[in-house]
């Protein structure tokens, strides 16, 4: 027996056209501008389109209309590593509530090549969500230089760029009081890493979080300066917190706590320390920031500051949306943080390696 086989030939909008005894130039209006039909035209066109099995082409009609109706979200690590930190997720659902009910589509554009620079020309998209670039940066003077509308997240971002951040300064604050208040003096600061390689020259979400444990130092008569007190970078990842902890505990004077930039890093380091049997938080004291909904069910619960990260992602891409239709005057919102104390801090119970080292 012989097979037959089945003709699939896309439906034109010429066809469209002499099914509905309009010009083609009326179906191209139907698609990309009703407004240029009376409703009773457009909507007698649309269903002989749908009767014929006809779909737009999404990229002919993002020609004519130039827009994609897609929101780009501009990733600073590839897809897999940014979607294994539980805050992006968290953040993208709030983006996700504003693109269902604005009738948009999403696109997670990653660094192409290695470079965020690079993938900005090649993203088919009406404007970015930018999260965590310095405003220094190429990324930013290029969407400047091409005309992109785009809002900043956890940046400085210049008066005339839409931006949204958070209390990273008293959030950062209140985290170093209250393990300054327990009684701890070793104490480690797990920073995020930056392309610039001094703390000193931070810009952004991580100099405000860093001036905020500063500030809560220097409240007690501490300094970053102090010899007790360490600061280091580490990756935003579960292997970062991995690696912070072993070179902080391999230290001559490890400390007896450690206060980290996100939570996915403290629950590394929570691995970590649970892997060489030291506990928390008797032997050492752990703070996170984010409070990931994975932090409350940590062993043991981390203490962290709470950030809105899905109202974060939201609000930016509210704001997104209203400068794509040039709804209002750019806005930079700060949103609020609160620490949230649970049960991988406490008063430090011993000093000394050799106590550390014991069980």
């Keep these: ?17 002499k099914e509905a005894g309009v010009s083609k130039t009326a179906v191209s209006f139907a698609f990309n501008d009703p407004s240029q039909l009376s ?12 009767r014929l099995g006809y779909s737009p082409d999404p990229i002919a009609r993002s020609m004519t209309t130039r827009q994609t109706n897609a929101l780009g979200v501009l990733l600073p690590q590839d897809i897999a ?5 539980p805050f992006f997720p968290q953040f993208l659902r709030g983006i996700g509530v504003v693109c269902g009910a604005a009738g948009k589509t999403l ?3 990653p660094p192409l090549w290695g470079s965020v620079l690079k993938a900005i020309p090649h993203a088919t998209v009406d404007g970015f969500v930018v999260v965590g670039l310095e405003v220094d940066r190429g990324e930013v003077q290029q969407l400047r230089r091409r005309h992109v509308p785009f809002v900043m997240v956890d940046s400085d971002a210049p008066d005339d760029v839409p931006a949204i951040n958070v209390d990273d300064h008293c959030g950062a604050r209140a985290a170093m009081l209250h393990i300054l208040g327990q009684g701890h003096r070793r104490i480690a600061i797990v920073c995020l890493e930056s392309w610039r390689q001094r703390y000193e020259e931070y810009t952004g979400t991580l100099a405000a979080r860093l001036a905020g444990y500063r500030a809560g130092l220097e409240a007690y008569g501490r300094s970053l300066d102090d010899g007790d007190v360490q600061v280091i970078a580490a990756s935003a990842s579960r292997a970062g917190g991995v690696e912070a902890f072993t070179r902080l505990w391999n230290d001559q004077s490890p400390p007896t706590a450690i206060i980290t930039m996100s939570d996915i890093t403290a629950l590394g380091i929570l691995d970590a320390a649970a892997a060489r049997s030291v506990r928390v938080p008797e032997q050492l004291a752990v703070v996170g920031f984010d409070d990931l909904p994975e932090a ?22 509210e704001l997104l949306v209203q400068a794509l239709e040039q709804e209002s005057e750019p806005v930079h919102h700060v949103l609020r943080t609160e620490l949230i104390i649970r049960g991988s801090t406490c008063a430090p119970l011993r000093s000394g390696r050799a106590n550390n080292e014991s069980a």
Aim: hydrophobic share 40%.
């Design 1 to 17: 027996m012989r097979s037959r086989r089945v003709s699939h030939q896309k439906v034109t909008i010429s066809q469209i056209a």
């Design 81 to 85: 590593t940014t979607m294994d930190n």
């Design 107 to 109: 696109m997670l554009v």
């Design 296 to 317: 409350a069910h940590a062993t043991p619960p981390l203490t962290t500051v709470r950030q809105p990260i899905e109202a974060k992602g939201k609000l930016a891409a």
């Design 39 to 50: 409703p009773a035209t457009a909507s007698h066109i649309r269903a002989i389109a749908e």
